[in-house]
């Protein structure tokens, strides 16, 4: 597969502080300034204009909760100014009337995706896995962003305690004209690794990837699974389109303190730091990149799978969190991983 001279997607975590502890957090986020050496503004001013000169496309700002940053405001208006497609997730909690102007103002310069967190229709079953007050909190700023003319999108973490009532939220998502909605299987980093117990089981996910299609349709929103595993539904259907995790092929992350990461679900293993090293530079050449890239390095199913070359061998993270070896198959894969 072709390897791009520059990512073009970069994730950015501009702080590592949140007003909420949800239960899952894959960066543990911390109510106070645990971390005194994140990246200051002008050094995030500094390598957004890297990043522009660089031909990015798109950056992503989360954290932590971003908005704890009194001046990610300045931020966001900085990166849409140099003409980088822009897109945040938030709680919520934090976007009053006056943040939800800002933003309606911002994206009449140029639109901007902004993702509010929300796992569930009813606020017993998100609240009791993220935290009290969050389901409100995120139904707020619904509001306060329909209000103002934005039509948001929602990020959802499904797990083995919510999954039964996701078509509820697609329901509430119909009712608001809600259009898009990124879902993603629990983790087990940050504090998720205390969170096993929830960990979202094969026959579930395989279910989500078999009914998307349907559900679309039924309600009109658009399921964006981030999976690089959905083809296996009808995998003879476009057979020679490869689809692969983003990692390492379009994306790279920068965390608070500038620690370069190849995912948001492997920040564990950092690949440098944009205080001292040249992003665009581990991007060509760091090892752990090349190794991904190299699907002839698979292990076990993946080996000798004939879909290899489509998929890559699925998501690293979730093998890395699972055998310690991000070499190994996607435990969410049902050729590699097949069910009774």
Request: hydrophobic share 40%; charged share 25%; aromatic share 10%.
């Amino acid at each position: 597969m072709y390897v791009l001279k520059y990512p073009l997607s970069l994730g950015l975590f501009v702080t590592n502080r949140c007003n909420f502890s949800c239960g899952y957090c894959i960066v543990d986020a911390k109510k106070s300034n645990a971390w005194a050496d994140e990246l200051t503004k002008e050094e995030i001013f500094s390598f957004l204009d890297k990043v522009q000169a660089n031909k990015v496309q798109s950056i992503d700002f989360s954290g932590g909760e971003p908005f704890c940053r009194h001046d990610f405001p300045e931020i966001l208006h900085y990166a849409v100014q140099k003409g980088l497609s822009v897109s945040l997730v938030s709680n919520g909690s934090l976007i009053d009337k006056q943040t939800a102007s800002f933003l309606k103002n911002l994206n009449s310069i140029k639109s901007i995706r902004i993702r509010i967190s929300l796992d569930a229709a009813h606020p017993e079953v998100n609240d009791a896995y993220r935290f009290s007050g969050s389901f409100t909190a995120a139904l707020n700023a619904l509001d306060k962003l329909q209000e103002n003319g934005i039509v948001p999108e929602l990020s959802s973490v499904v797990h083995k305690k919510n999954i039964s009532s996701f078509t509820e939220l697609l329901l509430l998502m119909q009712k608001r004209k809600m259009k898009v909605i990124h879902v993603n299987p629990i983790m087990s980093a940050g504090r998720g690794v205390t969170q096993k117990e929830l960990l979202l089981p094969l026959k579930d996910f395989r279910m989500v990837m078999e009914q998307r299609n349907e559900w679309e349709c039924t309600y009109g929103v658009e399921i964006k699974a981030d999976s690089p595993l959905d083809f296996l539904v009808a995998p003879e259907k476009d057979a020679d389109i490869e689809k692969r995790c983003l990692l390492a092929y379009f994306f790279l992350g920068v965390h608070a303190n500038g620690d370069i990461y190849p995912c948001p679900n492997m920040m564990d293993i950092i690949l440098g730091n944009i205080r001292k090293d040249d992003l665009f530079s581990i991007w060509q050449n760091a090892p752990f990149l090349k190794e991904i890239r190299n699907t002839e390095l698979l292990k076990g199913a993946c080996a000798t799978c004939k879909y290899k070359e489509r998929c890559g061998g699925g998501c690293r993270a979730l093998a890395w969190q699972e055998k310690g070896d991000y070499l190994c198959p996607d435990p969410y894969c049902w050729i590699a991983n097949p069910q009774d």
